[in-house]
């Protein structure tokens, strides 16, 4: 039972352009989401999150979204640059339980 | 400073043989996990510990054992291992409290590097 789902494996984005990588969930418990940023052979690093009672936060280049009608968050980056290749991996908690349940991950290729 | 760091990096083993995988945290965090990503890339947790104690375990075989000696460090040891224990293992650590600033960095997750666990 996929709590978390990421539906596109891959997302290719010409330099300077916006990427947008979508994340839909299933649990309505979730509170709090995360969006993680992984290079091949290293661990996940953290980018950015949203506690369910916003719709949306902002850290530079990064945006999240949230529309919990719809059980649906995503990554806006703009613009996007060749550094910003990597897998994107949304996540998604319910406060207090230590439990995090990862999608599967949307591979980004930033073209120059 | 390595925040989350785990050895081995890289662990080629036999079925059946008994191996350790540590992991060290030096940001204070109270709590530590383990996940196994698969060969489908499916990031899944495996085990939690808050200040030493098991909070989560999420149904995996009893061949695995956490070990916590300390809030620092948290060691995963397989027994009998198998062909579909292959997979790449991933320690994190998080402080379960908001930062300063708001919620933005709220129950961030550190990740160390992975051990490749390869079964032959």
């Known amino acids: 039972d996929q709590q978390v789902k990421q539906n596109s494996p891959s997302l290719s984005v010409q330099e300077g352009r916006i990427s947008i990588l979508n994340c839909d969930y299933t649990n309505s418990m979730f509170d709090y989401f995360l969006w993680y940023k992984k290079y091949p052979a290293e661990g996940p690093t953290f980018l950015i999150s949203i506690s369910s009672i916003k719709d949306k936060n902002e850290d530079g280049r990064f945006t999240v979204f949230l529309n919990k009608s719809a059980k649906h968050l995503s990554l806006h980056i703009v613009p996007s640059q060749p550094g910003d290749s990597a897998v994107y991996f949304c996540?998604?908690?319910?406060?207090?339980?230590?439990?995090?349940?990862f999608g599967t991950g949307t591979r980004l290729k930033v073209l120059a | 400073d390595t925040a989350v760091s785990q050895t081995p990096k890289y662990l080629v083993t036999q079925m059946g043989n008994d191996k350790s995988i540590k992991c060290e945290q030096n940001l204070g965090h109270d709590t530590m996990y383990w996940y196994k990503q698969d060969s489908k890339k499916f990031l899944k947790i495996m085990f939690s510990?808050?200040?030493?104690?098991?909070?989560i375990n999420e149904t995996v075989p009893n061949r695995f054992s956490p070990k916590s000696p300390d809030k620092a460090h948290l060691n995963l040891h397989i027994n009998s291992l198998e062909l579909g224990d292959s997979a790449v293992y991933f320690c994190?650590?998080?402080?379960?409290?908001?930062?300063?600033?708001?919620?933005?960095?709220?129950?961030?997750?550190?990740f160390g590097p992975g051990t490749r666990l390869t079964v032959l």
């Open positions: 996540a998604a908690t319910h406060s207090g339980t230590y439990k995090y349940i």
């Open positions: 510990y808050n200040n030493k104690e098991l909070i």
């Open positions: 994190a650590s998080s402080q379960e409290v908001p930062t300063s600033g708001g919620a933005s960095s709220y129950n961030e997750q550190f």
